[in-house]
């Protein structure tokens, strides 16, 4: 079992913190850093469990639509593994079917790479830059809780 960390490396903080500059009106139901305690029973070698993982609300409606973030994301080198729709993909093992019980239908799971955590340079710079009222105002809202049920 990989140990709990206190909290979100920099790096998967910053995923949440700059979609939702650059899409501010984007859903946030599936968006989750560290895990609850339901998720480290299923998954006890989770990438949250040491702060390295994030999940990303797919809202593509509000431009947010993580088939293409995951596209594009597959050339972040800060990416360990992405895990999106029934697929998973890493650079060293390319895609292949996930067969794990939660297929991700509802969020995009990323892993940074160990190194990687306090790299906060921007996620998606194919979305474009953010509004400074924007960039100001995800850096202060508080991030939401996970729900048990997810």
């Known amino acids: 079992m990989k140990p ?6 920099p790096a998967a903080i910053a995923v949440l913190r700059q979609a939702t500059a650059i899409k501010p009106s984007r859903k946030k139901a599936s968006d989750g850093l560290l895990p609850s305690a339901a998720h480290i029973n299923q998954n006890p070698n989770s990438d949250h469990n040491t702060g390295y993982g994030v999940d990303l609300t797919h809202d593509p409606v509000n431009g947010i639509d993580c ?3 995951y ?4 050339a972040d080198k800060r990416v360990k593994y992405l ?3 029934g697929k998973i993909w890493s650079e060293k093992n390319g895609e292949s ?3 794990g019980i939660n ?3 509802k969020h995009l799971h990323i892993s940074i790479k160990d190194g990687c955590g306090d790299d906060t340079s921007p996620w998606f710079p194919w979305l474009g830059k953010p509004k400074v009222v924007n960039k100001v105002k995800a850096a202060v809202k508080p991030l939401p809780k996970k729900k048990e049920n997810q």
């Open 4 to 9: 709990i960390a206190k909290k979100a490396t």
């Open 67 to 69: 088939f293409n973030i």
């Open 71 to 74: 596209e594009e994301l597959k």
């Open 83 to 85: 895990i999106f729709h």
């Open 97 to 99: 079917k996930y067969d």
């Open 103 to 105: 297929q991700h239908n």
